[in-house]
C-alpha cells in the first residue's frame, strides 16, 4: 500500500505533504504508486479532486473524521478525509498495490500473512494492507489521523505560525512520518 | 466557503522563523530524518538544550495548571497600550484589540477540541450542552454558540458566560449576545470618562470572531458595556452572523442537520 | 479642597519628608585600625535606608506617610485614637497595586483617576465602618 498525505488550509492552499508506503506486512515505508515517477503530480490532482465532496460531506456530518470519501477507480486510489474544527483538511489517498506487482514488497497474501503473524501483535495490519475499505483500516486512518492532528495542533500552538503558513518544520514531517509507520 | 480575509495580513512574522525554512530544505529525505529526531545535522534549525521541541511536549501539561492573574494582567495592560499607539479614535482601538484576539480564536478552537477529545474521562471541558465523547464540530449555530458559552468559556476563564441570547427584533435574526457579568479582562481596567465608549474585552470579541470564523461561520464580534447596577463591568458580546451564515443555516434546517 | 490645594500639600510635605531623612540620627561607625581614614557613621540598622518622616502626631489628628518601594508617598489622615492604621495602609496599597498600576490607562505621575479604585476602595471603607 502507497500513501500520498496532504494538508490543506480552509482556503485549500496546501500547507504540507508527504508521500510514503506501508510499514506493516513487511513494507519498507517506501511509497510504490501506480504512476510513473514522472507524473507524481496524479496524486495531487486525485486528492485535490475529492475537495468538493469534502465540502458537502463537511455540513452533514458533524464527525472531525469524515472516513473514506471518495475512490478513483482507474488508479484504484481511496482518499479519507479528516476535518480539524478551524476547517483545515487532512487528506489521505491510499493505494493498494498492483496485484501483479514485480517488487518483493506488500502483494502476496502469503507474504503478508506470514510477515503479520512474525512481527506485529496488531490482528489489523494485515487488512490494512490487504483491504483499504475494511473496518480496519478505517480504524488504523482515523489512528493515523489523530495522532497528525496532535501534532498540528502543537504546529499552530507556535506564537511563530499564522493559519494558512505552509508547515516547514522537519520535526513535524519525523512525526508524520512516525505516526505512518505506526498505524498504517 | 469559509472566507479568511485576514490569513494574507496575518503572515506578517513569517520572516522571524527563517532558520527553520533553510531546515526545510532537506525535507527530501524524510528516512534520514527518523534516525536523526532532533536533527542535529540541519545547520538551521536550532533545538533547545534539553533537546526538547515542542513537538515533544503534551498538550495537557499545562491544562490545569494555573497561571498569576496578576501577570496577565500587565501583559494585557501593556497590549491595551501597545495598541493605543497611533490609533485614530476608540473604534480604531477596539479594533485592533479585536485583531489581537482573532489568532488566538483560532487556535484556541483546535485546541479545545483537541482537549475534549484526548480526555474523554473528564468532566471539566465537556459541557452539560455539547458534551458527547468523539466532540463534534458545530454545523450549526446553535451548537457553536453553545461551545463558546461553555467549553471556550471555561478554557479561557474557568467559568461559563453569564448568558446567551438571540435577538428579539424581527430585523436582525442573525445577531446573537453572550454576557459576562464581570470580564476577566476588565478586571482592573478603568476607562478614561472621555472614551466611555470603550470596552477593553473587544479582544475577547476578536477571540470569539476567531472561533467563529474558523468553524466556518463568519461573523463580526463586539464587545458592549451594558453596566448594572450589581455588576459595574458587566459587558455584551454581540454576534452578528453573516448572510451567507444565515442562508446555509436555512438549507441546513431544511436538510435536518442539528 | 482644590487640585491646587492638594499640590501644595504635597510639596510643603515632600519638604518636610526630604528634611526628615536627612536629619535621620546615625551612629559611628568603629574603623578597623589599621585604615587611617575619618570615621564612617551608619544607620542604627544598617540593612535600611532612612525612610524619612513615618507618622506625625498632633493633637487634632494623625499624619501616617506610607512609602511604596517605587518612593510613590502615601498620606493618610486620621484620628489620633484610631488604631489599625497599617492594616489600612495595605489594603490602600494592595487596591493600588490592582486598579491603577494594572490600568492601562494610568499615566504614572498623573493624578489617579481610576472609577474601578474608588469603587473598590469605598466599598471596602464601608464594609469596615
Known sequence: MSYYFTILSPSDAPLFNIAFGTSKSGGDGIARFRFPDSAQYMNQFVIHSSLDIVEEAQWMNGNMYLKHIDTYPPAAAYISAFLTPSGTRFLLLHQPPQPPSTSSTGGSSLLSSSFSGASSSRASSSSVAANPTSPQTEEAVRQFMNEVYENYVKTIMSPFYRQGMEIRSPVFRTKVTAAGRKWL | MSQHPRHSAMLSISTSNSNLANAGADKQQPSQNVSTPTQSSSPGLRVPSNRKTIYDRHLNRSRTAELSRASFAFLFSEMVTYAQRRVTGIQDLEKRLNEQGYPLGLRLLDLLFYRTMSSSTSSSLSSSSTSSSPPNRPLRILPLLHLIHGPLWRLLFQRSADALEHSVSPETPNEYMITDNDPLVNTYISVPREMSMLNCAAFVAGIIEGVCDGCGFEAKVSAHNQPTEMWPGRTVFLLRFGDSVMEREKVLERAGVR | ?129
Request: charged residues 20%; aromatic residues 12%.
Open chain 3, 1 to 129: 479642597m482644590s487640585t491646587n490645594d492638594y499640590l501644595v500639600l504635597a510639596g510643603t510635605f515632600h519638604g518636610v519628608h526630604a528634611i526628615t531623612r536627612t536629619i535621620t540620627p546615625r551612629i559611628p561607625v568603629p574603623s578597623p585600625p589599621s585604615s587611617t581614614s575619618t570615621t564612617s557613621y551608619a544607620f542604627p540598622n544598617p540593612g535600611i535606608p532612612a525612610t524619612g518622616l513615618e507618622y506625625l502626631e498632633t493633637e487634632k489628628f494623625r499624619l501616617t506617610c506610607f512609602q511604596t518601594l517605587t518612593g510613590t508617598k502615601f498620606l493618610l489622615f486620621t484620628d489620633p485614637l484610631t488604631t489599625n492604621i497599617d492594616v489600612v495602609m495595605r489594603k490602600v496599597y494592595e487596591l493600588y497595586a490592582d486598579y491603577v498600576m494594572k490600568n492601562p490607562f494610568y499615566q504614572l505621575e498623573m493624578p489617579v483617576r481610576c472609577e474601578a479604585f474608588d469603587r473598590h476602595l469605598g466599598g471596602w471603607l464601608r464594609g469596615r465602618t
